[in-house]
């Protein structure tokens, strides 16, 4: 009974799950740009591809400000301290910033952060963060980090994606602060595996 009820509901849940975008963003059922991106993980760099990822499972693709500032430290750790919940949903965790990949080697092994669980790519020139329809903007000049270095890079709007393994967008979560961000895409990746396990079609 409790089974049946779930799965009556389950279409309504997602429905406000996945209602949630960011102001000139994708949406839902848009196709997710494929990209390819030089990235670090535990502080080694390697050449990540959104494509070779969704083969295992749905990819949360989180674009944030910059490395060492204080929203994306908190989002950072968020992300880090909730990635096995994100596994048992059978999703992955790619951060995207127009970081340099010297400043993401280091933001990826910090332990404060990323801890060396989340993996961070380099969109240097902002080109997939446009391709995603997302804002990108200067930072003023002068502007330091959270260690006090100074930023030499852009800024993207903070958004995230949850890209399901046929390259569709299926919820895009944005204006929420860095911790519900990674709240909310972690409800939305629970809910996706849920609806896999019963059958029910999105």
Same mark, same amino acid.
Do not use: W
């Given at each position: 009974?409790?089974?049946?009820?779930?799965?009556?509901?389950?279409?309504?849940?997602?429905?406000?799950?996945?209602?949630?975008?960011?102001?000139?963003?994708?949406?839902?059922?848009?196709?997710?740009?494929?990209?390819?991106?030089?990235?670090?993980?535990?502080?080694?760099?390697?050449?990540?591809?959104?494509?070779?990822?969704?083969?295992?499972?749905?990819?949360?693709?989180?674009?944030?400000?910059?490395?060492?500032?204080?929203?994306?430290?908190?989002?950072?750790?968020?992300?880090?301290?909730?990635?096995?919940?994100?596994?048992?949903?059978?999703?992955?965790?790619?951060?995207?910033?127009?970081?340099?990949?010297?400043?993401?080697?280091?933001?990826?092994?910090?332990?404060?952060?990323?801890?060396?669980?989340?993996?961070?790519?380099?969109?240097?020139?902002?080109?997939?963060?446009?391709?995603?329809?997302?804002?990108?903007?200067?930072?003023?000049?002068?502007?330091?980090?959270?260690?006090?270095?100074?930023?030499?890079?852009?800024? /993207?709007?903070?958004?995230?994606?949850?890209?399901?393994?046929?390259?569709?967008?299926?919820?895009? /979560?944005?204006?929420?602060?860095?911790?519900?961000?990674?709240?909310?895409?972690?409800?939305?990746?629970?809910?996706?595996?849920?609806?896999?396990?019963?059958?029910?079609?999105?």
């Amino acid at each position: 009974m409790k089974h049946r009820i779930f799965k009556a509901a389950l279409p309504a849940l997602l429905f406000a799950l996945l209602a949630l975008p960011a102001a000139a963003a994708l949406k839902e059922g848009d196709a997710a740009p494929d990209f390819n991106l030089k990235a670090s993980l535990a502080g080694k760099d390697f050449n990540y591809s959104l494509k070779e990822s969704l083969k295992k499972g749905p990819v949360v693709v989180y674009f944030y400000p910059s490395a060492y500032t204080g929203g994306c430290n908190i989002q950072a750790h968020s992300f880090a301290v909730n990635t096995e919940k994100f596994a048992a949903a059978g999703a992955s965790i790619v951060g995207v910033s127009l970081d340099s990949i010297a400043r993401l080697n280091v933001f990826s092994a910090d332990p404060e952060y990323c801890a060396g669980k989340v993996a961070v790519a380099s969109d240097a020139g902002g080109k997939v963060a446009k391709a995603f329809d997302l804002n990108v903007t200067d930072i003023p000049a002068g502007r330091k980090d959270t260690r006090g270095v100074e930023i030499d890079h852009a800024r /993207v709007e903070r958004t995230t994606f949850i890209v399901t393994p046929d390259g569709k967008v299926a919820a895009t /979560v944005g204006d929420l602060t860095p911790a519900a961000n990674v709240e909310k895409a972690l409800e939305v990746v629970q809910a996706l595996a849920k609806a896999r396990a019963t059958g029910t079609r999105l």
